[in-house]
């Protein structure tokens, strides 16, 4: 074994053991002794025990590890450290400028176990309030997970999409330039709007392939021929780019294929023909369809719908009449209640705000105690009545406890306009005890919306399982909004069972879960989600209007007996 690998050991080692927060001494001498190993100008295996305890600043304690790891190839008392800290909590040694003292703080007082975590954490603003962090700590941590999110090759469609805009712009224009009646799409994951992109799929048409082919090569982008009529490139931050030269007349034919998925494609095609298009419309036509937008190919039930003229009316982010589940730095919001109120009526032109800080049991995120409750109440019932006609309801985000019960008694729940219910503990559940946590918090009968439902953050962490159609039953059963959080690292309820919740008459809420006025923001991304699956402004909460709203919220607390 050379010193770099025994310098690396010894240094994971002293990080452990900071973590760990054992004694400083026995931490700063193992990892000085990794400094020390790493500028040895001689290698240290092979050496005899006694020659290896006189090197300067090893001694006989850390020479006997040393000899442990080259005779077993690991430290007995790393394994033992290794062994009762969570995986999550070692990836994040690698993150560049937080140490060991740092991640303690978040693994201990946070209680945050893994990368993705700490991600969702820093756009709560979690950190700002921790010991020995700040601001500005938590942006440059933040940045520096997202690098290393992108060098996985997979991108968020909202990291996607600023990169993918700045993309065609600067390509479309250097193509005009070499062919001013070229024809350039862009399709694949990206243009059907998909949560989690890899690839951007560009589409160019035009009379002359093997003149632009040639050209291509010295494109700053640097792209790489493939096979005959294909290029691939990657951009600087790592988003890989596919290109496909076809005939001009073959365009639009080339941009159906390359956009839909496969049993979507395939189906129409087969309906279609094979021919030249002169548009993507006239496919659906000569199809005997209804045209279908991108993000609806998805090979469900679009074609049949198409078939019999159903497709429905999606909505847009016009559709929307306000924001519900909110946070503000009553909880671990960063703008005051006021600011976001105002943002919402004056920058927003919305008719409604839901404020849902966080509930007693979210104590790492400042979460309100009962007597806190009133309190905030009392300064909603003072700038409605200075806000006037536009209203905040007063809501909460209630933690779903392990026993599926809310953390309020139902004194202090009957005072709130409407209540999200989350899991935001305990997330190491099988299924069956998640969906009958789930279920137990649904058929509480102040639960107004059922919060993030799998608790997945997207690139990050999977989320637990759910039996999906139970727990949509029993929001159809007891009246239970399901919300689509709009955050981008969530977009939770995946958008492939909104259809099944609509057929059973389940309404959605398109959440942005903001943590500042940025936040509201996001639910365009919700917008975008709930498109896909097929969510019209009828069956989307947020889209009532300010007396419909409110209607919906007197009914639900009629049934409930809280009125």
């Known amino acids: 074994m050379e010193n770099k690998p025994i310098s690396r050991t010894l240094r994971f080692l002293s990080q452990l053991m900071e973590l760990h927060n054992e004694n400083p001494f026995k931490v700063k001498s193992v990892a000085n002794a990794a400094f020390k190993i790493d500028k040895l100008p001689f290698a240290i295996a092979g050496k005899p025990t006694a020659d290896i305890e006189k090197i300067d600043g090893i001694g006989k304690s850390i020479a006997s590890k040393i000899i442990e790891l080259l005779e077993t190839g690991t430290i007995q008392e790393l394994e033992n450290l290794v062994a009762q800290t969570p995986s999550g909590v070692v990836d994040m040694l690698a993150i560049k400028g937080i140490g060991p003292k740092k991640i303690g703080v978040i693994w201990h007082d946070l209680h945050i176990e893994n990368i993705g975590e700490l991600y969702y954490a820093c756009n709560e603003n979690r950190l700002i309030e921790a010991k020995g962090f700040g601001l500005k700590t938590q942006e440059e941590i933040k940045k520096v997970i997202e690098f290393k999110m992108a060098t996985n090759g997979k991108f968020l469609y909202a990291q996607a999409e600023p990169i993918v805009d700045q993309l065609r712009q600067s390509f479309s224009t250097w193509l005009h330039q070499v062919d001013p009646h070229a024809l350039l799409g862009i399709a694949g994951d990206y243009r059907r709007l998909c949560e989690i992109i890899d690839e951007v799929v560009f589409v160019v048409g035009l009379e002359d392939t093997e003149s632009l082919g040639t050209q291509l090569a010295n494109h700053e982008i640097g792209f790489v021929k493939t096979s005959p009529h294909t290029y691939?490139?990657?951009?600087?931050?790592?988003?890989?780019?596919?290109?496909?030269?076809?005939?001009?007349?073959?365009?639009?034919?080339?941009?159906?294929?390359?956009?839909?998925?496969?049993?979507?494609?395939?189906?129409?095609?087969?309906?279609?023909?094979?021919?030249?298009?002169?548009?993507?419309?006239?496919?659906?036509?000569?199809?005997?369809?209804?045209?279908?937008?991108?993000?609806?190919?998805?090979?469900?039930?679009?074609?049949?719908?198409?078939?019999?003229?159903?497709?429905?009316?999606?909505?847009?982010?016009?559709?929307?009449?306000?924001?519900?589940?909110?946070?503000?730095?009553?909880?671990?919001?960063?703008?005051?209640?006021?600011?976001?109120?105002?943002?919402?009526?004056?920058?927003?032109?919305?008719?409604?705000?839901?404020?849902?800080?966080?509930?007693?049991?979210?104590?790492?995120?400042?979460?309100?105690?009962?007597?806190?409750?009133?309190?905030?109440?009392?300064?909603?019932?003072?700038?409605?009545?200075?806000?006037?006609?536009?209203?905040?309801?007063?809501?909460?985000?209630?933690?779903?406890?392990?026993?599926?019960?809310?953390?309020?008694?139902?004194?202090?729940?009957?005072?709130?306009?409407?209540?999200?219910?989350?899991?935001?503990?305990?997330?190491?559940?099988?299924?069956?005890?998640?969906?009958?946590?789930?279920?137990?918090?649904?058929?509480?009968?102040?639960?107004?919306?059922?919060?993030?439902?799998?608790?997945?953050?997207?690139?990050?962490?999977?989320?637990?399982?759910?039996?999906?159609?139970?727990?949509?039953?029993?929001?159809?059963?007891?009246?239970?909004?399901?919300?689509?959080?709009?955050?981008?690292?969530?977009?939770?309820?995946?958008?492939?069972?909104?259809?099944?919740?609509?057929?059973?008459?389940?309404?959605?809420?398109?959440?942005?879960?903001?943590?500042?006025?940025?936040?509201?923001?996001?639910?365009?991304?919700?917008?975008?989600?709930?498109?896909?699956?097929?969510?019209?402004?009828?069956?989307?909460?947020?889209?009532?209007?300010?007396?419909?709203?409110?209607?919906h919220f007197e009914r639900k607390k009629m049934k409930s007996g809280a009125i």
Not at 378 to 385: A, G, R, T, V
């Open 232 to 551: 691939e490139a990657q951009t600087e931050n790592g988003l890989s780019i596919k290109l496909f030269l076809v005939a001009k007349e073959n365009f639009y034919s080339h941009y159906f294929k390359l956009t839909g998925n496969e049993a979507h494609v395939n189906e129409v095609m087969a309906l279609a023909g094979n021919h030249s298009f002169k548009s993507e419309e006239e496919i659906y036509q000569k199809a005997g369809l209804d045209y279908i937008i991108p993000e609806l190919r998805e090979g469900l039930d679009e074609i049949s719908l198409a078939q019999k003229h159903q497709l429905p009316t999606l909505i847009t982010d016009s559709d929307l009449k306000g924001s519900l589940h909110n946070h503000s730095d009553w909880s671990d919001g960063v703008h005051t209640l006021a600011e976001m109120a105002l943002y919402c009526k004056e920058q927003l032109k919305l008719e409604y705000l839901g404020i849902c800080d966080h509930s007693k049991s979210a104590f790492y995120a400042n979460g309100l105690n009962e007597q806190r409750v009133y309190a905030q109440h009392q300064q909603i019932d003072e700038l409605n009545q200075k806000l006037a006609p536009f209203k905040i309801f007063k809501g909460i985000e209630s933690d779903i406890l392990y026993d599926g019960s809310l953390d309020y008694n139902s004194e202090i729940l009957k005072t709130f306009d409407f209540v999200v219910a989350s899991v935001h503990s305990q997330l190491k559940m099988t299924e069956e005890k998640a969906t009958e946590r789930l279920i137990n918090a649904i058929e509480n009968p102040y639960t107004t919306i059922l919060g993030h439902p799998t608790g997945r953050l997207l690139l990050s962490r999977k989320g637990y399982d759910i039996d999906y159609r139970k727990v949509i039953d029993a929001c159809a059963a007891n009246s239970v909004v399901i919300e689509i959080n709009a955050n981008p690292l969530r977009l939770d309820l995946d958008w492939r069972w909104h259809r099944y919740a609509l057929e059973k008459g389940v309404l959605l809420s398109i959440n942005p879960d903001a943590h500042r006025r940025e936040g509201f923001h996001d639910m365009r991304y919700g917008v975008i989600v709930g498109r896909k699956g097929g969510l019209t402004a009828q069956e989307c909460l947020n889209a009532f209007n300010l007396a419909d709203i409110s209607a």
